[in-house]
């Protein structure tokens, strides 16, 4: 399902973990974090504040990174990292 | 083996991509990436470069996420999440 993923952007961390939170506590069993390029180091954040500081059920299931082509701004391609975090009860 | 493992810290990008790619060339078959903190997006986009545009024979085979406490410069301790990834032939 769709609404089983977070797309980690600019808004504060905290927000995002509470959306987890949110997700979970309404009766889902997993949610999936996604983030591209900086923001990869703040999903994994995300990941361990929830995981660490709020949840003792929901576990890191699953880790995987990779890579796309996205066209910035300027019109040009460019290949951008990404990260797909699983959290499981 | 300790040397099997690159940190990734404030040298350029293609600083690791070399160090890695020198490393699988002088023999080995597997290297490590570890990052902390802001360093875990540079971490996954080394990981794609040396994958998708220097070496076909190296994939991504394990990728780990984590945190630990550390003591920060004001002797506080905090939270760091950090990433590993194993490159392998």
Do not use: W
């Amino acid at each position: 399902m769709e609404n089983d993923t977070v797309f980690v952007g600019k808004k504060p961390t905290m927000s995002y973990v509470l959306a987890i939170l949110t997700h979970i506590n309404s009766g889902h069993d997993s949610i999936t974090l996604k983030a591209r390029g900086m923001l990869v180091s703040k999903a994994v954040d995300i990941s361990q504040i929830v995981t660490r500081k709020f949840s003792k059920e929901l576990k890191v299931s699953n880790v995987s990174i990779g890579s796309e082509e996205i066209n910035d701004k300027d019109g040009n391609k460019r290949m951008v990292s990404f990260i797909s975090i699983e959290l499981k009860k």
